[in-house]
């Protein structure tokens, strides 16, 4: 029999200078981030609005071994670090060793870029870096399905955004954690969440992309790995403010993507929302959901994890078509190139159905991508 594709449902990008050089508005070509001796013997990005330059060379440290990684990865030149994460034309090459297929691409600086106080600034970074991906993704469409960025600057121009990422070809939406206007459960982005279930665009929330998710990296108790570990509180932060706050109540086919935020902790993180909704979420109304937030998140929400042995462990503790694996290349988290070896231990005790909806099937449908499927599925 023909194996399932092997999709990385969270893969990058490291943005090359001219990205944004190149093609942002020229009105803002002088304020494009550009690259900045380190100090450190690096690269680093020099952005408008951070006081400090943007260190890359974790952005790019796949396969570099544990032992040695904390001492050659943080402080490298750009092009001296993995090719693929800038020029398609090796990027299929590197799939390979990993024994992936295709890959679902996600911004690395634009993670931060997200957190841009100035909204008309971080918008013309956010069209620059489409035009540029929707260049990097057409040189291999078979296996690079890219995600547009939009700075959400109201509804109107979020519509507009959706629609031209729709037209450059992009499968989803990557979001900025907050919104410059209210927040996301509030009424007024009904409009915006109705544009997205019509075009069919995934919704694809990412660690780093809201303020208190990027804080974690500076603010911490103790060891400074202590903020590593707060990363995933943006990702439940986002499903608790969908959930509860009845978006998808009010839009049941809108697609919610967390991504790199792992998913071994959500059947408690469920149970405990369901507590919290039974116990006090009544009010002069009556119940806060007509259903169990469970439920929504069954149907609504979808998690990527990379080293994550629980979200297989307990896959039939939660949806299991909405569990999307990936390999988080190239940046220092990543699995590759052992991901395939790593997978083989973490899946083990689960059924050859769930292996590989996880690794691929899940990521083809929620993202439709035009990958062919063996008829047995």
């Not at 997205?196 to 995934?202: F, G, H, N, R, S």
Request: hydrophobic letters at 40%.
């Amino acid at each position: 029999m023909l194996r399932a594709p092997v999709v990385s449902a969270d893969s990058h990008i490291v943005e090359p200078p001219e990205c944004y050089r190149d093609f942002i508005d020229p009105v803002y070509r002088d304020r494009a981030p550009y690259l900045v001796d380190d100090g450190k013997g690096g690269d680093a990005y020099a952005i408008e609005g951070y006081k400090r330059p943007l260190e890359i060379g974790l952005m790019s440290a796949a396969g570099i071994p544990d032992a040695v990684m904390p001492k050659v990865a943080p402080h490298r030149k750009f092009y001296d670090m993995h090719q693929s994460g800038w020029d398609p034309a090796t990027r299929v090459e590197d799939q390979k060793r990993d024994g992936v297929d295709a890959e679902i691409i996600y911004a690395s600086v634009g993670m931060v870029l997200c957190n841009l106080k100035d909204a008309l600034y971080k918008d013309a970074c956010f069209k620059a870096y489409n035009r540029w991906l929707e260049g990097y993704c057409s040189a291999a469409p078979k296996n690079l399905f890219g995600l547009g960025q939009t700075a959400v600057l109201s509804v109107d121009s979020a519509i507009e955004d959706f629609r031209r990422i729709k037209a450059a070809g992009f499968v989803g939406v990557m979001m900025p954690g907050r919104p410059v206007e209210e927040d996301y459960d509030h009424p007024m982005y009904n409009a915006l969440w109705e544009c997205a279930t019509d075009l069919d665009l995934p919704l694809c929330f990412h660690i780093l992309t809201s303020r208190e998710s990027a804080a974690a990296l500076t603010e911490y108790r103790g060891h400074k790995l202590n903020s590593f570990l707060k990363l995933i509180r943006g990702i439940q932060d986002l499903v608790g403010l969908f959930v509860l706050g009845g978006v998808f109540e009010r839009h049941p086919e809108l697609k919610f993507v967390g991504a790199e935020g792992d998913a071994g902790w959500l059947p408690h993180f469920m149970h405990r929302m369901n507590r919290a909704a039974y116990r006090h979420g009544h009010g002069k109304s009556g119940p806060l959901l007509p259903r169990p937030p469970s439920e929504y998140i069954r149907e609504n929400v979808w998690l990527t994890f990379q080293d994550d042995w629980e979200a297989f462990a307990c896959a039939h503790r939660m949806n299991s078509k909405r569990l999307l694996w990936a390999n988080d290349f190239p940046h220092s988290d990543s699995t590759w190139p052992w991901s395939q070896e790593m997978l083989a231990n973490h899946t083990a005790g689960v059924s050859e159905e769930v292996r590989e909806q996880a690794m691929g099937l899940n990521c083809i449908e929620l993202f439709n991508l035009p990958i062919p499927v063996p008829a047995r599925h």
